[in-house]
């Protein structure tokens, strides 16, 4: 099949491929503060560096080591990371450079996301405004949103059929083409997260200084929508199909309602949860100078204290079975009857008499821990020239939309080529939940106002193909501005 056989395949693929491309993946950007621009600048290599109102989401203990400025107040940071789990920026050009789109070229970017679905992602960072740090007290705010979509590979793999289009026609005729239904993923919520975080020096004989720190987590949590099973297949014949599938689909902290008023006219109405969910973590943290050009720094993330919990939670299912019944696709829509509710008409088309394609089940609650996971750091100042290097550790201990069991691995340098009023800063991480990236980023430090910003490149090796390259699949930016006495 290529584009003049099949335009309308190939169209489609394209818009899927640009709204993939465009639609934002969901990482370990919220792990990394990605809001924090110095951060970013630097790959995420900045546990041994992280100072004031930037220590808690890194270290809490590097509040003890407290200079000038005594004091800072964010006035607001904002992250955001947008990328895919499969092709890159390149492959896109390219495709729409070809005239002819090849079947090659289909299944071939379809072959570059892992598993059985497109993953279709998003996250975004954002600092609470007037966080403050005096000396070794923080009191410090994110609200970090969450979607994470995927789409069964049998939807796409319809598009990138082999076959002409009379075999595929006989075929469909003589005993249908299933396509799988499997895998869809649905996972969106999001959390504000408040943190109190105190440290203190402690006397350490092979240190020249040496602190503890910990940071108290109270946790709010929007409702939340997940997918949590998704089985079945559709089978396919010249304008009919038929179907046996099944979703699941849980909800906590909100309740979907049908309901029929005296007129016998029926409507949907949402109830939210009046006290949203909460939770509480910890994070412990230790750090220390070896010398006045070295410094070490570890911490221990999002400890359990209280899981977050939805109390009013509920689990839909939803299931699709024509049986030995033959759906007329054109009909199905054609032949809705005026007025009558969706899912009604459903039901006539594909649950058995009495029944229902839905079916509505209170659950107890549903619980959520927001995950944990180790940071390790090192920075040390550069004698040549005015700079200093970092590197880091990240390990997660579980998969998520924040963390990986995959270990990352990143480092960083900060330049000064005119004092402290405008860093110059690189990086580039390797590993965990986001794949490999680099960075670029810059300050503006007048006095008591800081203004910095930051963009990372997912899919390059270097901060020099920041902000576009053709291996890049994705593109993240922050800015943050705060004052400093």
Same mark, same amino acid.
């Given at each position: 099949m290529d584009c003049r056989k099949g335009a309308y395949s190939c169209a489609g693929f394209l818009l899927t491929a640009l709204s993939i491309a465009v639609l934002p993946r969901c990482s370990s950007a919220a792990t990394m503060s990605f809001g924090q621009a110095r951060a970013t600048a630097m790959g995420g290599a900045y546990t041994?560096?992280?100072?004031?109102?930037?220590?808690? *989401?890194? !270290?809490?203990a590097n509040l003890a080591f407290f200079a000038a400025p005594?004091?800072?107040?964010?006035?607001g940071n904002l992250g955001f990371f947008a990328a895919n789990d499969g092709f890159s920026y390149g492959d896109f050009v390219g495709w729409l450079d070809d005239e002819v789109l090849t079947t090659a070229e289909i299944q071939s970017a379809l072959g570059m996301f892992p598993g059985g679905a497109i993953s279709i992602r998003q996250t975004m960072n954002v600092g609470i405004p007037f966080s403050v740090r005096v000396k070794q007290f923080a009191v410090t705010g994110e609200f970090m949103e969450f979607v994470s979509v995927?789409?069964?590979?049998?939807?796409?793999?319809?598009?990138?059929?082999?076959?002409?289009?009379?075999? *595929?026609? !006989?075929?469909a005729r003589t005993s249908g083409i299933p396509y799988s239904l499997s895998g869809i993923v649905g996972d969106v919520w999001a959390v504000g997260v408040t943190k109190f975080s105190y440290a203190r020096r402690v006397p350490l004989r092979y240190a020249d200084a040496f602190s503890v720190g910990a940071t108290l987590n109270y946790y709010r949590a929007s409702p939340r929508v997940r997918v949590v099973e998704s089985v079945g297949e559709v089978l396919v014949r010249p304008n009919t199909w038929q179907t046996d599938a099944r979703l699941v689909v849980e909800t906590g902290g909100l309740s979907v309602k049908r309901t029929t008023d005296a007129f016998g006219d029926k409507q949907t109405d949402v109830e939210f949860e009046a006290a949203n969910a909460w939770g509480l973590g910890c994070t412990l943290g230790a750090a220390g100078k070896l010398d006045d050009k070295t410094a070490i720094s570890a911490a221990l993330h999002n400890l359990p204290l209280r899981s977050i919990t939805w109390n009013m939670a509920e689990r839909r299912t939803y299931t699709l079975d024509s049986g030995?019944?033959?759906?007329?696709?054109?009909?199905?829509?054609?032949?809705?009857p005026e007025g009558v509710n969706t899912l009604d008409y459903l039901d006539t088309l594909f649950a058995a008499p009495g029944s229902t394609v839905e079916r509505y089940e209170?659950?107890?609650?549903?619980?959520?821990n927001v995950p944990a996971y180790l940071r390790v750091g090192m920075a040390r100042s550069v004698d040549l020239f005015p700079a200093?290097?970092?590197?880091d550790f990240e390990q997660g201990f579980s998969r998520s939309a924040l963390t990986s069991t995959t270990p990352r691995i990143a480092a960083g340098i900060e330049y000064l080529p005119v004092g402290p009023w405008i860093p110059l800063r690189a990086g580039m991480s390797l590993g965990g939940r986001s794949g490999h990236f680099a960075s670029l980023g810059m300050g503006f430090h007048?006095?008591?106002?800081?203004?910095d910003l930051a963009l990372a490149n997912e899919g390059a090796y270097t901060p020099f193909e920041v902000p576009f390259s053709k291996r890049a699949r994705g593109l993240g930016f922050a800015s943050e501005m705060k004052l400093a006495f």
């Amino acid at each position: 099949m290529d584009c003049r056989k099949g335009a309308y395949s190939c169209a489609g693929f394209l818009l899927t491929a640009l709204s993939i491309a465009v639609l934002p993946r969901c990482s370990s950007a919220a792990t990394m503060s990605f809001g924090q621009a110095r951060a970013t600048a630097m790959g995420g290599a900045y546990t041994a560096v992280a100072s004031g109102v930037h220590a808690p *989401a890194w !270290n809490p203990a590097n509040l003890a080591f407290f200079a000038a400025p005594s004091a800072e107040i964010s006035l607001g940071n904002l992250g955001f990371f947008a990328a895919n789990d499969g092709f890159s920026y390149g492959d896109f050009v390219g495709w729409l450079d070809d005239e002819v789109l090849t079947t090659a070229e289909i299944q071939s970017a379809l072959g570059m996301f892992p598993g059985g679905a497109i993953s279709i992602r998003q996250t975004m960072n954002v600092g609470i405004p007037f966080s403050v740090r005096v000396k070794q007290f923080a009191v410090t705010g994110e609200f970090m949103e969450f979607v994470s979509v995927g789409l069964p590979r049998g939807l796409f793999d319809a598009i990138a059929e082999d076959r002409d289009a009379t075999t *595929a026609y !006989n075929d469909a005729r003589t005993s249908g083409i299933p396509y799988s239904l499997s895998g869809i993923v649905g996972d969106v919520w999001a959390v504000g997260v408040t943190k109190f975080s105190y440290a203190r020096r402690v006397p350490l004989r092979y240190a020249d200084a040496f602190s503890v720190g910990a940071t108290l987590n109270y946790y709010r949590a929007s409702p939340r929508v997940r997918v949590v099973e998704s089985v079945g297949e559709v089978l396919v014949r010249p304008n009919t199909w038929q179907t046996d599938a099944r979703l699941v689909v849980e909800t906590g902290g909100l309740s979907v309602k049908r309901t029929t008023d005296a007129f016998g006219d029926k409507q949907t109405d949402v109830e939210f949860e009046a006290a949203n969910a909460w939770g509480l973590g910890c994070t412990l943290g230790a750090a220390g100078k070896l010398d006045d050009k070295t410094a070490i720094s570890a911490a221990l993330h999002n400890l359990p204290l209280r899981s977050i919990t939805w109390n009013m939670a509920e689990r839909r299912t939803y299931t699709l079975d024509s049986g030995s019944r033959i759906i007329n696709a054109k009909s199905l829509i054609d032949d809705k009857p005026e007025g009558v509710n969706t899912l009604d008409y459903l039901d006539t088309l594909f649950a058995a008499p009495g029944s229902t394609v839905e079916r509505y089940e209170r659950i107890n609650s549903m619980k959520a821990n927001v995950p944990a996971y180790l940071r390790v750091g090192m920075a040390r100042s550069v004698d040549l020239f005015p700079a200093i290097w970092t590197v880091d550790f990240e390990q997660g201990f579980s998969r998520s939309a924040l963390t990986s069991t995959t270990p990352r691995i990143a480092a960083g340098i900060e330049y000064l080529p005119v004092g402290p009023w405008i860093p110059l800063r690189a990086g580039m991480s390797l590993g965990g939940r986001s794949g490999h990236f680099a960075s670029l980023g810059m300050g503006f430090h007048l006095r008591w106002f800081h203004w910095d910003l930051a963009l990372a490149n997912e899919g390059a090796y270097t901060p020099f193909e920041v902000p576009f390259s053709k291996r890049a699949r994705g593109l993240g930016f922050a800015s943050e501005m705060k004052l400093a006495f």
